[in-house]
C-alpha cells in the first residue's frame, strides 16, 4: 500500500544535515505498520513525504500506486495525517473542529461516524469546549477524530502516543487495532520500544537509516547471540568487568539489570569471571531478547 | 467554492472569537481617531516667552503687552538683568526671550531705527522656527504701527506698502484636525489589511495547524484568499466606522464623492494585503511578524507625507516616499476629504497604486510556491 524506495532527504543550504538515507520500506494494504526510532531518528522526515508535505531529495514514495510527488492532489483526499503537535483549532470547539474537517473533504460527521464512534462517544461531553481547553488526551483523541473523518485509506500517525499517560497510551493502540479491523491502512511512529508488540509489522530507523524490518517475533527470532541478564547492586563495575570478557560482544545496562550479548560464552562463564574479580553477582540468566534488544544490537553493528 | 465558503466561515469564526483582535479591530481605531487627531497638531501654541527689559519705555511696554496678548505665546519670565535670559533658556523656563536694549525707544524716535535681539531654544526644532517666526511677525506688525503713528500726516506714504491677504482654500481655518484625521484613517487601514492579515497567515504557521491543512483537498490559492478576502472586507468596516467617527467628533463632511474613497481603497487593501503576504512568507513566527510589521510601519508612516510634506524630503527619501503605498492613500483620502476630489482626479494615483499592488501580491505569490 505503501512503498517507500530509496528515499534519501538532506538539510540545510549545502545538504550537510542528512535526515533520511537510502530509505526502503514497505507498507502492506490493511497493516499495522510502526515505525520505531529515538527522537531525531527522521521519522517525521519520512512521514511528511510519504503525507506529500516535503518533497524528498531523492527516491520514490507511493501510497496506493499513486506517487507522492506527482499525484499529491488525488493522495491527499485518501490520506489522513495526524502530526506529531498538536494541529487543530485551539479557538474552535471540538464540534467546530470535526466539522470543519468533515466538511472540507465533502462529507459529513454523520456518513462515517461509525469509524469515529468509539472514540468520539468519549469526546461527545465535551462537544461545546473548544479544543485548546481539553486535557493532552484528550487532544489526541480529537486530532484522530478529525485525521478519521473523510475515511482515509491510508492513515498516518506521528508519535501519537508521545506524551500520553501509559493507560490512555493502551487505550490508543487498542483503537488503532479497531480501525486496522476496518480496513484501514495504519502508519504509526513511535519512540516507545513496548509500543513494538501492538504492530503487524515494524521498521527500526535510526539516524535516517532503516536498521531492520519485518513482524515483531521475526524481529525477535533474527536476533543472532545468546542474550544474557545479571542484576547486581554493583552494576556499573560489572559491566565494566564482563566488557574486558573475551567473547562477550556488548554489555549494556537495561532497566536495573546488565544485558550481555554473547555467542561463545554461556550463563557458569560470566558468573565465574564476576566472581573472580569479587562483584557480587545474582543470578545470570539467559533470556529471550526484547525489540529494544534487537533495536540496541543493530545499533551495535551499525556504528 | 463551497470549500471557498468553508474556509471564510472557519476565518470568520475565529476572528470574532478572538476579543484581542476585535478591540484591535474595532475599538481602537475609533479611539485613535477621536484622541489622536487633537493631539497630532503641529500648531506651536503656549510658547514661553522672557522679556529681558533693559529700557521700560513707553514702547517697550507697548511691545510686550503685544506679545503677551497673542495666543501662541505665554508670558513666563521677566526681568531686567542680561544675564537671566539663557538662564531661562537653560533651564527651560522660556522657549525663547526677546531683549530690549536700553535706550530702545529714545533711538527709535531719534535715530529712526532701533534692534531687538532674540534668543531661541532651537532643540525641538518646529517649536524654534514657529516661536521665532511668530515673534518675527508680531514685531514687524509693531513695527508698522508705529510707523504709521510718525507718518500719518504726509499725503503720500513715501514707501508704498504691499499687503497681502489670504484665503486658505479647502481648509478655511487650516485646521490640522482636517489635515491629520484623513491621514490616521489611512494608517489605520494599513495596520488591519496589511498587518493583521500576515500575522493570521503566521499564527497557523506557527501552532502547526497549517500543517494539518495541508494534507487537506485545499488549495493554496483557496487558503490565501481565505486569509486576505476577510481582512480585506473588514478594512472597509474599519473606514467606514472611520468616516463615521470623523464627521461626527471632527465634523469632517465626507461630501458626495465619498464613493471614491472606497472605490481606491479597495484597490489599496489590495496591495497592502498583498504586502501581508509577502511578510507572512518570510517570518514563521508572530513574533517576528509583528518586529517586521512595526519596522515597516514606521517607514510607511514618516515617509507617506502624514506628518512632513515629501516635497521637503531629501531625494533619496522622496524616492521612498513615492514608492510607499500609505502615501496614495493618505493623499487620496485628503483628497476626497477635504477637497472633493473625483474619479478623474484621483486618476495618477489609481494607477501608481494598481501598479504597486500587483507588484506586491505578484512577489508574494512568487515567494510563497517558492517556499512550500
Known amino acids: 500500500m505503501i512503498s517507500v524506495s530509496d528515499i534519501s532527504k538532506s538539510f540545510g543550504k549545502k545538504g550537510e544535515i542528512k535526515a533520511l538515507s537510502h530509505i526502503n520500506m514497505e507498507v502492506r494494504e490493511g497493516e499495522l505498520f510502526g515505525l520505531l526510532g529515538p527522537d531525531g531518528a527522521g521519522k517525521t522526515t519520512l512521514f511528511r513525504i510519504v503525507t506529500t508535505l516535503m518533497l524528498p531529495d531523492s527516491g520514490l514514495v507511493t501510497v496506493g500506486g499513486y506517487n507522492a510527488v506527482k499525484d499529491f492532489k488525488i493522495l491527499r483526499s485518501k490520506l489522513g495525517y495526524m502530526p506529531g503537535r498538536f494541529s487543530l483549532y485551539q479557538d474552535l470547539t471540538v464540534a467546530e473542529n470535526l466539522t470543519f474537517y468533515a466538511s472540507i473533504f465533502n462529507t459529513t460527521i454523520e456518513a462515517n461516524y461509525h469509524l469515529i464512534r468509539d472514540i468520539y462517544v468519549q469526546l461527545e461531553p465535551f462537544k461545546a469546549r473548544r479544543a485548546g481547553a481539553l486535557s493532552g488526551g484528550m487532544k489526541q483523541k480529537l486530532a484522530l477524530c478529525c485525521a478519521l473523518i473523510h475515511k ?75 542474550l544474557l541478564s545479571l542484576a547486581t547492586p554493583d552494576i556499573y563495575r560489572a559491566k565494566a568487568i564482563v566488557e574486558k570478557i573475551d567473547g562477550v560482544d556488548d554489555a549494556y545496562i537495561f532497566g536495573e539489570s546488565l544485558h550481555i550479548k554473547t555467542a561463545a560464552l554461556n550463563e557458569k562463564a560470566i558468573a565465574a569471571a564476576l566472581a573472580a574479580h569479587g562483584v557480587a553477582a545474582g543470578e545470570v540468566r539467559s533470556i529471550l531478547p526484547s525489540i529494544e534488544d534487537v533495536f540496541l544490537a543493530k545499533m551495535h553493528d551499525v556504528s | 467554492m463551497t470549500t471557498f465558503l468553508l474556509i471564510l466561515k472557519k476565518e470568520f469564526r475565529q476572528i470574532f472569537r478572538d476579543p484581542a483582535i476585535l478591540r484591535l479591530i474595532f ?17 506651536v501654541k503656549n510658547i514661553k516667552v522672557g522679556i529681558i527689559d533693559l529700557d521700560h519705555s513707553d514702547y517697550a511696554r507697548q511691545l510686550i503687552s503685544k506679545l503677551e496678548h497673542s495666543s501662541y505665546f505665554r508670558l513666563a519670565a521677566y526681568s531686567s538683568d542680561h544675564h537671566e535670559g539663557l538662564e531661562w533658556l537653560e533651564s527651560e523656563k522660556a522657549d525663547l526671550f526677546i531683549e530690549i536694549p536700553p535706550r530702545f525707544e529714545a533711538s527709535l524716535i531719534r535715530e529712526n531705527k532701533a534692534s531687538l535681539q532674540l534668543f531661541v531654544n532651537a532643540v525641538n ?19 508698522q504701527e508705529i510707523r504709521k503713528d510718525w507718518f500719518e500726516f504726509p499725503k503720500f506714504n513715501p514707501e508704498p506698502f504691499i499687503t497681502v491677504i489670504g484665503t486658505s482654500l479647502y481648509n478655511p481655518y487650516m485646521d490640522y484636525q482636517r489635515f491629520m484625521v484623513p491621514g490616521i484613517l489611512a494608517v489605520l487601514l494599513t495596520m488591519t489589511g496589511g498587518f493583521l492579515s500576515a500575522l493570521n497567515i503566521v499564527k497557523e504557521k506557527e501552532l502547526g495547524t497549517i500543517e494539518q491543512l495541508n494534507v487537506t483537498p485545499i488549495s493554496k490559492i483557496q487558503f490565501i484568499l481565505g486569509k486576505l478576502v476577510p481582512f480585506w472586507l473588514l478594512g472597509f468596516v474599519i473606514l467606514t466606522l472611520g468616516l463615521l467617527v470623523s464627521y461626527v467628533v471632527h465634523g469632517i463632511q465626507p461630501g458626495t464623492n ?26 514563521s513566527t508572530q513574533q517576528q511578524a509583528m518586529m517586521v510589521a512595526f519596522f515597516f510601519m514606521l517607514i510607511f508612516i514618516l515617509l507617506s507625507g502624514l506628518y512632513t510634506t515629501i516635497e521637503s524630503m531629501p531625494p533619496w527619501a522622496r524616492k521612498i516616499a513615492y514608492l510607499n503605498p500609505l502615501t496614495y492613500l493618505v493623499d487620496a483620502m485628503r483628497m476626497v476629504l477635504l477637497k472633493g476630489a473625483t474619479l478623474r482626479d484621483l486618476w495618477p494615483h489609481i494607477r501608481v497604486i494598481s501598479a504597486i499592488g500587483f507588484v506586491l501580491n505578484f512577489l508574494a505569490i512568487y515567494t510563497y510556491r517558492k517556499r512550500s
Open chain 2, 258 to 283: 465619498i464613493g471614491n474613497i472606497y472605490i481606491f481603497a479597495a484597490l489599496y487593501l489590495l496591495a497592502i494585503v498583498g504586502f501581508g503576504l509577502l511578510l507572512s512568507n518570510f517570518t
Open chain 2, 27 to 43: 475599538l481602537m481605531p475609533v479611539m485613535q481617531l477621536i484622541l489622536l487627531p487633537f493631539a497630532a497638531d503641529y500648531e
Open chain 2, 125 to 143: 526644532g518646529t517649536k524654534g522656527n514657529l516661536g521665532s517666526a511668530y515673534t518675527m511677525g508680531i514685531i514687524q506688525q509693531f513695527n
Open chain 1, 152 to 226: 482515509p485509506e491510508v492513515l498516518v500517525l506521528d508519535e501519537p502516543t508521545t506524551g500520553v499517560d501509559a493507560v490512555s497510551r493502551k487505550e490508543f493502540w487498542q483503537m488503532l487495532r479497531r480501525l486496522k479491523d476496518e480496513g484501514i491502512t495504519i502508519l504509526v511512529s513511535t519512540p516507545y520500544m513496548d509500543e513494538a508488540s501492538m504492530c503487524d509489522r515494524l521498521a527500526l530507523i535510526q539516524q535516517g537509516l532503516i536498521l531492520d524490518q519485518g513482524t515483531p517475533d521475526g524481529l525477535v527470532s533474527g536476533f543472532p547471540d545468546r
